[in-house]
């Protein structure tokens, strides 16, 4: 005899299966099989060309952020030849043009080789709800070859996209933060908290770990745990054939939302790592609770492949890629507090989805990512005769973690052009009491 009720945990996993295929697919916005920028002239074009300040296959896309109409994009200066780090583009195709040339942002002095004044190797930045760029700037440059150049510090830009972007501060991290010679400045996220916080993941070889920056108080320092890096068992991984080989410590990192405001949540992962791992913000502020992090650091849970990006959404979901299964998953840490059992891959293809880098959530509740087939690039196969980078889209009706779930954001840090910190002044009139004094003690003998 045949019952009239479903089996209880049928209509269970027939319920997760309908709801993971409610979401919406991703769909290409933007493709390029290379990249290339809006140059003053003609003559500077074929000057770069022939020169070699410009070689088409270095030119990577990797990051993205979205504010108003606009779409901002990262190259990083893996290898030479890449003009650009930080550049934008209409996020709406304009005449049917999906593969645009790509502006320099804000300018093309901004991306200067060399002048540590000027943008030199940015992977990440973050946008908050006020206009304001947070980004990271590792300062090294062809940092994946035998000739890196390390003549700048590493550092935190924060420029003005509502006025041309202007710088509002550059605050080059201490040595013993960020190492000069090998630091690897990843991905970024900001906390409105305390006066304003950025946690930055540093993927350093040598030494990597978190390092949080106090807008308040322009200090910064770096948070370390065996957890940030690198696990063997997860270095080598296969994508279009391509066996990845190197060895990469933590990277993505996201931030739980607003709503849990005074209870903050970080999270991160190694790329070289099946793991998930979170930790109380509070913990990593804290001196004395940050002495002792081991205590405050939880394993959340595995997941089936090794993931670069990371981003939480307004609602508490986390969207992670996975990079050997050409896969979206993500993770509703608000219904379903176990990552273990909440999480669910939402998309998965083979030819649109090769390494899925880096998210995004525009003003309009659709998330985005970049997917740049890193791995042919890092073999030095890449093959510009096809498509190799693509904004990629989803409609998900959410925003990114910096807001309320009713689309409202909290009070933020007011960040005025030309602000000096006073700790910072206190700290300039001590040198100049100390080169006075040493001036009249000079000039007395």
Request: proline fraction near 6%; glycine fraction near 6%.
């Amino acid at each position: 005899m045949t019952s009239t009720f479903a089996h209880p945990l049928l209509l269970l996993l027939l319920a997760i299966c309908g709801w993971a295929r409610a979401h919406e697919p991703f769909s290409v916005r933007f493709q390029w099989n290379s990249v290339n920028y809006t140059w003053p002239s003609d003559d500077a074009y074929m000057i770069a060309e022939n020169d070699e300040s410009f070689i088409e296959k270095n030119n990577i896309i990797s990051g993205i952020k979205l504010w108003k109409d606009k779409m901002y994009l990262t190259l990083p200066r893996w290898k030479p030849g890449v003009p650009v780090t930080l550049a934008v583009t209409s996020s709406t195709p304009i005449n049917g043009q999906t593969a645009p040339k790509l502006e320099p942002y804000p300018s093309w002095e901004m991306q200067t080789l060399d002048d540590c004044r000027a943008l030199q190797f940015v992977q990440s930045m973050e946008i908050d709800p006020l206009g304001r760029m947070w980004v990271v700037d590792t300062g090294r440059t062809n940092i994946i070859t035998l000739d890196a150049v390390n003549k700048c510090p590493p550092r935190l830009v924060i420029l003005d996209l509502e006025n041309e972007g202007q710088v509002l501060r550059s605050y080059p991290f201490p040595a013993d933060v960020a190492n000069p010679e090998s630091a690897y400045l990843n991905d970024i996220v900001v906390d409105h908290e305390d006066g304003g916080v950025a946690y930055i993941t540093d993927t350093d070889e040598q030494h990597p770990g978190i390092i949080v920056y106090s807008l308040a108080n322009g200090t910064s320092w770096k948070v370390y745990h065996e957890s940030m890096n690198a696990k063997p068992d997860a270095v080598g991984f296969v994508i279009e054939k391509i066996r990845v080989t190197q060895a990469f410590a933590v990277d993505g990192i996201a931030l739980s939302p607003a709503y849990t405001e005074g209870e903050r949540t970080l999270y991160y992962t190694p790329l070289s790592s099946f793991m998930v791992f979170s930790v109380p913000t509070r913990a990593l502020k804290s001196e004395t609770m940050r002495a002792n992090i081991s205590q405050h650091i939880r394993v959340l849970g595995r997941k089936p492949s090794q993931t670069d990006g990371m981003v939480m959404s307004n609602t508490g979901i986390l969207y992670m890629g996975l990079l050997a299964d050409d896969a979206v998953s993500m993770w509703d840490s608000k219904s379903n507090p176990s990552f273990v059992t909440g999480q669910r891959i939402i998309s998965r293809d083979h030819h649109l989805m090769q390494w899925p880098d880096t998210f995004a959530f525009d003003d309009k509740g659709q998330l985005w990512c970049i997917t740049n087939r890193l791995h042919t690039f890092l073999e030095n196969q890449t093959d510009t005769s096809r498509p190799n980078f693509r904004a990629i889209m989803s409609s998900v009706n959410m925003r990114n973690y910096q807001y309320y779930e009713n689309g409202t954001f909290p009070d933020l840090p007011e960040i005025t052009a030309g602000a000096t910190n006073a700790h910072l002044v206190a700290r300039d009139a001590t040198l100049l009491g100390l080169g006075l004094a040493l001036l009249l003690t000079f000039a007395m003998h």
